[in-house]
């Protein structure tokens, strides 16, 4: 027996308003019928009848139909979402128990589901969506007669924070009990429509934010910013137009990372209150492969920032790729003329690419950790971001249009037209090593930057500018030569870039200590006569051990910044200034001395973060008599001991607010210090014990097989040899080798 309702219209205080225009399509038991929906005035399709004989216990309606939109013409098919539920659609169902209402239904009509006996459960929407879902209308008497399965009860999941307008009569003449579930925070909300009179709500369905999302008020006050999303979300999730909590409030960017490592994530559905998404804001979603906006919001609310085509997100204007998932295919449709900063993360499909003519601009990291081997760029390219492909370790090929009036490349190094400034690598080997061409006068900013192929630059005698951040974290990178005939630079053994004069360190190169370094222990001796090691100089190096000149007086911003296997650093008396993260995130960083024993340190100032991030700290020495002004953040381990000049603890630990020397949990002075000996009991892995006494350091159980080298930590060799016990040590601070291990030991 088939139960269908195919009026156009019941009587009722929300009847469903429509008209049939196509013929009625059964689907897993349900009737569907493409409709002209008179209230919402479109063209759409609805649940219109059922057919009892195959109606499951269980329905999950269809979201969306290919379905006949002609009743004469049966190749005339469009898929189309399925909108509403006629009145009496399911009236008097023998089978139904539970039913699961999509996100696409915005209309449930008079006595939908009136008289199934045994109906129990109605979900609508389902938990991981929210805002769009967009059920607006649900008419009278929906569940007349309905006795929850034999009086057990009716349950109702409603999953969307904000309620449907609802019939007074809507929960009316049911013969068992109605529970609504409804989010956290939503209660009192339908507690206000009188058609829940008689229902009990409760809140126990958790709110997208808090199961997925962390949201950031942006600095405007009137917007947000999704700041962090748990990495176990589903395949697909929505980020809402607006927080549950404040609707006024809209959705308007993600943050930089935001979605960093959800690893299930397979399409992001954007809200179109979406106006900027944030660098890396994917990256690690390693399954991810579509972002597109929101139908619900767009329903109601017009995205006027991005789009969203083919998985990729746009700018409005589709001239700006914003961001490319993890792309199966790649390709660059007519019409854009700029790809974005980081806009295309991880792309695995194309190692070959070639930028088509249209195309402007190349953003900073637009490629960012792709497997480029060949990029070939058209004539119409004026921008290149610094540098436009983060990483160069497959890259062998930039080929640049003859005609393009803007680039040109030669050697390997891509330049302006006229060759005049250096814009980046383009290609090749070389065993690493660049040779920039007469004539060329300037390196851009970030031009080699974290390039995994450069070893090393030949810089000709035309070259009048090189910033100091032309070569940031070059893992390779061992050094540069310039011409002697240069009258702006140096260079001292190929390895360090100088100014003329040798007195400020442009960039060190570090690579070829560890290879050519006895016993593992690598270092680098800055020259004399150098008083400034300049921004990012000795950046991400492998050293660890350091010499500093006796002439230095100015550490800059960043200098030694991330030089993580960095043991222990002497800072010279010289020393006036030590800038900005200048030893950030040195994380094997255990010992600072600063100045000299017996004489007066110069140090007057230490910038912020300069210490900040060295987890392993446990000793900062200072000979200076007045506390040199450091902010909190100059260091960030403050369970390391502070030992200052003697008669001046005091004044370290009440060197005022703001300052870091007052947070030093251990503060003692210098001729009272009571060191803790780092070395004793410590075992390799040949079972050898190091221990420290009267100025000696000896080794219980060394068989003699390997050289024990002994170095102070300004790096000089102090003892090689094959003796268990070496004596007449100065009380400090060493670095002991034997085979394989690095042992950091203090004498008294």
């Not at 879902?133 to 009716?154: H, R, S, V």
């Not at 960030?636 to 607010?657: D, F």
């Amino acid at each position: 027996m088939t139960l269908a309702c195919f009026t156009a219209c019941a009587v009722g205080g929300n009847a469903a308003n429509y008209k049939p225009v196509g013929p009625k399509v059964l689907q897993d038991g349900v009737y569907y019928q493409y409709v002209d929906d008179i209230d919402n005035n479109k063209y759409t399709v609805w649940a219109v009848g059922y057919d009892d004989a195959t109606l499951p216990a269980d329905l999950v309606l269809k979201e969306k139909l290919n379905i006949q939109t002609d009743v004469n013409d049966p190749e005339d098919k469009s898929w189309m979402e399925v909108t509403g539920i006629a009145d009496s659609a399911f009236t008097a169902s023998s089978t139904l128990t539970t039913i699961e209402i999509p996100k696409t239904i915005e209309t449930i009509g008079d006595r939908a589901f009136a008289e199934c006996e045994i109906l129990s459960t109605v979900n609508i929407g389902n938990i991981n969506i929210d805002t769009q879902i967009k059920l607006a209308t649900m008419g009278a008497y929906l569940f007349e007669n309905c006795q929850g399965d034999i009086f057990k009860g009716l349950t109702i999941n409603f999953y969307r924070f904000m309620p449907a307008i609802t019939d007074n009569d809507a929960f009316s003449n049911v013969w068992t009990t109605i529970t609504m579930n409804v989010r956290n925070g939503s209660k009192m909300i339908w507690e206000t429509q009188t058609a829940t009179q008689g229902v009990t709500l409760t809140e126990d369905i958790e709110n997208i934010e808090d199961m997925f999302f962390v949201f950031e008020l942006n600095p405007d006050g009137q917007s947000y910013n999704v700041k962090a999303a748990t990495t176990d979300l589903p395949n697909e999730v929505v980020i809402p137009v607006y927080k549950y909590d404040n609707p006024e409030i809209f959705v308007t960017a993600i943050a930089p990372r935001g979605f960093e490592n959800c690893k299930h994530l397979k399409t992001l559905m954007i809200p179109p209150s979406l106006k900027t998404i944030g660098n890396l804001a994917t990256i690690g979603c390693d399954s991810l492969y579509s972002i597109r906006l929101d139908d619900f919001g767009s329903s109601w609310m017009s995205a006027d920032y991005l789009a969203t085509k083919d998985g990729s997100v746009y700018s409005k204007d589709m001239t700006k790729l914003v961001l490319k998932p993890n792309a199966k295919t790649f390709s660059i449709p007519a019409g854009v003329t700029e790809l974005c900063d980081f806009s295309v993360p991880l792309s695995k499909s194309n190692t070959r690419i070639t930028i088509p003519t249209g195309v402007k601009k190349l953003g900073t990291n637009a490629f960012w950790n792709n497997p480029l081997t060949e990029i070939t760029l058209s004539s119409t390219v004026k921008e290149l971001g610094t540098p436009f492909v983060s990483s160069d370790y497959y890259m062998k090929t930039v080929t640049i249009d003859e005609s393009n009036p803007y680039f040109t490349v030669s050697n390997n190094v891509i330049y302006s037209k006229d060759k005049t400034t250096v814009i980046g690598y383009g290609g090749g080997s070389n065993n690493g090593i660049l040779t920039i061409d007469e004539g060329a006068t300037k390196i851009r900013e970030n031009a080699f930057s974290n390039s995994k192929k450069i070893s090393g630059l030949n810089i000709p005698a035309s070259m009048e500018e090189i910033p100091d951040n032309f070569a940031n974290d070059v893992y390779y990178f061992q050094g540069a030569y310039v011409d002697e005939n240069n009258p702006f630079y140096a260079s001292i053994d190929d390895k360090f870039l100088l100014t003329k004069d040798m007195t400020r360190l442009i960039k060190a190169g570090t690579y070829e200590i560890r290879l050519k370094a006895p016993e593992n222990v690598s270092k680098i001796e800055i020259p004399e006569g150098v008083t400034v090691i300049g921004k990012n100089a000795v950046r991400y190096s492998i050293t660890k051990l350091i010499s500093l000149p006796t002439t230095l007086k100015e550490i800059e911003d960043s200098a030694f910044y991330n030089c993580k296997e960095l043991m222990t650093v002497n800072i010279p008396a010289s020393v006036e200034t030590i800038g900005n993260s200048a030893f950030e995130n040195c994380t094997d960083l255990e010992s600072v001395v600063i100045g000299t024993e017996g004489g007066e340190s110069a140090l007057a100032s230490l910038g912020e973060n300069a210490f900040a991030g060295c987890q392993d700290l446990s000793n900062v020495v200072i000979y200076s008599v007045e506390p040199p002004t450091a902010p909190e953040s100059a260091f960030s381990n403050y369970n390391a001991s502070l030992t200052v000049a003697k008669g001046s603890r005091s004044e370290y630990q009440n060197a005022g607010t703001g300052q870091a020397w007052a947070n030093f949990a251990t503060v003692s002075e210098h001729e009272t210090a009571a060191i803790e000996d780092l070395s004793s009991d410590i075992i390799d892995e040949n079972e050898v014990i190091l221990t420290t006494a009267n100025g000696s350091i000896t080794l219980s159980g060394y068989n003699g097989s390997s050289d024990i080298n002994i170095y102070t930590t300004s790096g000089q060799k102090v003892y090689t040899g094959n003796a268990g016990h070496i004596g007449n040590l100065a009380p400090g601070f060493y670095i002991v080798s034997v085979g394989n291990q690095v042992i950091k030991a203090v004498v008294k």
